[in-house]
C-alpha cells in the first residue's frame, strides 16, 4: 500500500522504515528536514510541505498517518489535512490524544466525508525491531482496509505461547493489534494501558529503593544487609512471577550504572495517566495505584530518590525520554478546548 507519515520523530520514523522494508510505499513529512532526508535516503518519498505530501498519494484512497506529540500541533495537522483530502480518504492519529477529541475530530471530518482513525500505539524506540502493539477505533470499513499496515507494523505471534480457550475468534489480539471499537475507543484503551503503566513502574521503583536502603544507618546494625540491586533485577527477569519488559529495561539500566548517576530522579507525565485518573473519577472506579503513582510523578519534581531513578530510567529505556527535555506541564489537549480536566484542576 501506499502511505503519507507525518511526524518522523522517535517512533514516526521508524514505523516508515518498517512499512518500506515489507514493501509498503511511504511518502513523509516532518518540518525538521533531517529526519525527512534521512528517510529519503532509506526510499522515501520526502516533501517540505503537507499540500505536498497529499499530491504525493496518488493511490486512492489516500491514506495519511499522523504521528505528533497529543495537542495543538496535531490539532492543527488533522484540521489542514481535512482540507487537503477528498472524501473516502483516511486519517489516522496514532499518536497519544486524548480519546474525546478524538471523538470530537471523527464527526468533524465524517462532514466532510474523510474516515478518521485513532490508533494507539506502543512500543516506543524498539517498535522497529520488535513491531508495536496497537489499539485501534474507528470505522470498520477504514481498519479493514488498513489492516496490510497494521499487520505489517504488529510483532505478530512470536513465541509467545497462545493463551488456552483462544483457539477461535479474530486473531488479531494474537498478532499484536486490535480494533477496539468506535472512533476514540482505540486511545481510550491506549489510556488505560498507559495508567497501568505508571502503576507497573511505581511498584518497581518503590520497590527497589526500599531494597537499596537495607543498609541505612536507621536501622539495627543486626538488620542491615548491602545488597547488590543489578542482580537482585537480572534474577528477578528469570522465572519470577514479576519479570517483564520493564524490568528488563530497569535490569538493563542498573547493570550499566548501578547508581543510575546519569538521572536526577525527575519524572515527567505525557498526559495519559491524568486521563486515566480522570475517567476513572468520571466512571466511579477506585483507582489507588495509578492515581497514587501520578501523584508520585508530581513529587519527583521536587524532591528525587533513588525510586525516582528507576522510574526515570525505565521511560529513558522504553521511549527515549530524556529529562529536561520535555515540557513541565504537558499540553496533552489544544489549548482551546472546553474545559480543563478534573485531573488538570487537580495537579494544577
Not at 472524501?87 to 480519546?99: K, L, P, T, V
Not at 524490568?247 to 530522579?265: I, R, T, V
Request: hydrophobic letters at 40%.
Amino acid at each position: 500500500m501506499q502511505i503519507g507519515i507525518v511526524g518522523l520523530g522517535r517512533m514516526g520514523g521508524n514505523i516508515s522504515r518498517r512499512l518500506m522494508k515489507a514493501g509498503h510505499r511511504c511518502a513523509v513529512f516532518d518540518a525538521n528536514a533531517a529526519p525527512r532526508e534521512a528517510l529519503a535516503k532509506d526510499g522515501a518519498t520526502a516533501v517540505g510541505l503537507l499540500a505536498e505530501l497529499v499530491k504525493a498519494l496518488t493511490e486512492k484512497p489516500r491514506v495519511v498517518w499522523v504521528m505528533l506529540p497529543a495537542g495543538r500541533i496535531t490539532e492543527e495537522t488533522v484540521e489542514k489535512l481535512g482540507t487537503l483530502l477528498q472524501a473516502g480518504d483516511i486519517i489516522i492519529d496514532g499518536g497519544n490524544s486524548f480519546y474525546k477529541d478524538d471523538i470530537r475530530r471523527a464527526k468533524k471530518m465524517a462532514e466532510q466525508h474523510i474516515r478518521y482513525v485513532d490508533c494507539g500505539t506502543s512500543g516506543g524506540v524498539w517498535g522497529l525491531e520488535r513491531g508495536y502493539c496497537m489499539m485501534i477505533g474507528g470505522p470498520k470499513g477504514a481498519v479493514d482496509h488498513l489492516d496490510p499496515i497494521f499487520s505489517v507494523l504488529a510483532p505478530g505471534p512470536g513465541d509467545i505461547p497462545r493463551t488456552p480457550d483462544r483457539q477461535t475468534g479474530d486473531s488479531r489480539p494474537e498478532r499484536g493489534y486490535i480494533h477496539a471499537g468506535p472512533s476514540g475507543a482505540g486511545h481510550f484503551v491506549k489510556m488505560v494501558h498507559n495508567g497501568i503503566e505508571y502503576g507497573l513502574m511505581q511498584a518497581y521503583a518503590e520497590g527497589f529503593d526500599i531494597l537499596r536502603n537495607k543498609d541505612s544507618g536507621d536501622l539495627p546494625e543486626g538488620e542491615r544487609f548491602t545488597l547488590n540491586i543489578p542482580d537482585i533485577a537480572e534474577v528477578w527477569r528469570r522465572g519470577s512471577v514479576i519479570s517483564s519488559w520493564l524490568l528488563d529495561l530497569g535490569a538493563a539500566a542498573l547493570a550499566k550504572d548501578p547508581q543510575l548517576k546519569n538521572f536526577s530522579g525527575y519524572v515527567q507525565d505525557s498526559g495519559e495517566g491524568r486521563w486515566t485518573v480522570e475517567a476513572a473519577v468520571e466512571e466511579s472506579v477506585p483507582a489507588d495505584v495509578i492515581t497514587s503513582a501520578l501523584y508520585a510523578r508530581f513529587r519527583s519534581r521536587q524532591a528525587h530518590t533513588f525510586g525516582e531513578k528507576i522510574l526515570s530510567a525505565m521511560r529513558f529505556g522504553f521511549g527515549g525520554h530524556v529529562e529536561g527535555q520535555e515540557p513541565i506541564d504537558p499540553q496533552s489537549k489544544p489549548k482551546d478546548s472546553a474545559r480543563h480536566s478534573a485531573a488538570q484542576h487537580a495537579a494544577e
